[in-house]
């Protein structure tokens, strides 16, 4: 069965500071890659998702993430974070062909200080 | 569009009450979700559908049940309600099985 792992719990930052959440999965197949992030009291938003090609992409509010195949990584980045990117945010991955699901990581609070 | 309606947004429940979480979308995706998200742990899948009146069961389904026999709705029921199901509850929807999903505001759920 596909999991995915987010280490980082709660990270704090400054505004401009520069992001970079992790996420690793374990599957070793085929897979999609999404980061939702869900905003105090809002439902998930997808911010950007990996299906094939180039394995840096880029989403919305400037995030982009890497896949790294070997390392089975999809970390998160942004050169700099701003006061409204204070939210949750979630990895997570679905095996390629499979009608089952998405399976989510725990999630990663951030908050961004003024 | 109005994408995923979840309602209600809020409802407190007396545990051994059964009630039906209620979810639409009018974008004629197939597949459908149900999620509950409790703290620190991420979502975990409830049920799921990939179309009407097919139904399977995801990772921690003990205690609900669903039905799909339209391609709009996809209700989530409680039975007899248990403080262990006082949660965030999310429905979802996708258009193809690779896509990403579009969510609804969800309902909380308290069972005292």
């Known amino acids: 069965a596909q999991s995915v792992s987010q280490h980082n719990h709660h990270v704090i930052l400054s505004e401009a500071a520069s992001l970079e959440l992790g996420c690793n999965y374990s599957?070793?197949?085929?897979?999609?890659l999404f980061w939702y992030v869900q905003y105090p009291g809002q439902h998930l938003q997808l911010l950007l998702k990996?299906?094939?090609?180039?394995?840096l992409v880029k989403g919305i509010k400037g995030f982009e993430a890497e896949f790294i195949k070997s390392k089975f990584s999809f970390n998160l980045r942004k050169p700099s974070v701003q006061w409204s990117d204070t939210a949750e945010y979630f990895c997570a991955v679905k095996s390629s062909g499979s009608a089952r699901q998405l399976t989510f990581g725990s999630g990663t609070q951030l908050t961004v200080l003024p | 569009n109005a994408g995923v309606t979840q309602t209600p947004k809020f409802r407190i429940l007396k545990i051994g009450q059964s009630m039906t979480l209620q979810c639409a979308q009018d974008?004629?995706?197939?597949?459908m979700y149900w999620y509950r998200q409790d703290p620190g742990m991420g979502l975990k899948l409830i049920y799921y559908?990939?179309?009407?009146?097919?139904?399977d069961k995801g990772e921690v389904p003990n205690g609900y049940n669903v039905s799909r026999s339209t391609t709009e709705d996809f209700p989530l029921r409680l039975e007899l309600a248990a403080p262990s199901q006082t949660s965030v509850y999310f429905c979802a929807s996708s258009q193809q099985q690779n896509y990403g999903y579009t969510f609804g505001s969800g309902t909380r759920l308290t069972v005292v």
């Open positions: 974008m004629n995706h197939n597949y």
């Open positions: 990996y299906f094939s090609g180039d394995p």
């Open positions: 599957y070793g197949g085929t897979v999609n």
């Open positions: 559908s990939v179309g009407a009146g097919i139904t």
